[in-house]
């Protein structure tokens, strides 16, 4: 586990701003937002969208980064409509470990905010190399 730094403060704010936008209090069709991080420094963002099989936050902002020719990410960060920081879920874990294993991933714990690699999440799973 690593500590935060102020790049990491950033994009959570950026997280939690992109939600506040559109955060849906009467249906809760939107209620988590997600910033990435790439490793040039680029940040994408996105929220969730509710459906049979709906897509998290993580995987429309990684899909954002994706779209824009991005390969190679830093750190990603979701956030729920007040703010709180969430962990992946089981999804979105498998795809950060089969598109960013190295990404570094924001999480709270009992001790605070820390990052952990995107392949430390999913111990012993089977990973396809996409990049």
Do not use: W
């Amino acid at each position: 586990m690593k500590a935060l730094d102020k790049q990491d403060l950033l994009l959570i704010a950026e997280a939690k701003k992109v939600i506040a936008k559109i955060f849906d209090h009467e249906k809760n069709n939107h209620t988590v937002g997600a910033a990435v991080r790439c490793k040039n420094g680029k940040i994408y963002l996105g929220v969730n969208v509710y459906l049979n099989h709906g897509a998290c936050a993580e995987i429309i902002a990684v899909g954002s980064a994706i779209t824009a020719g991005e390969r190679e990410f830093d750190c990603i960060v979701a956030v729920r409509g007040e703010g709180d920081i969430l962990p992946p879920c089981g999804n979105c874990r498998q795809m950060l470990s089969e598109y960013a294993p190295l990404c570094d991933v924001i999480l709270t714990t009992e001790n605070g905010d820390v990052k952990v690699q995107a392949q430390d999440l999913i111990p012993l799973s089977y990973v396809r190399k996409i990049f």
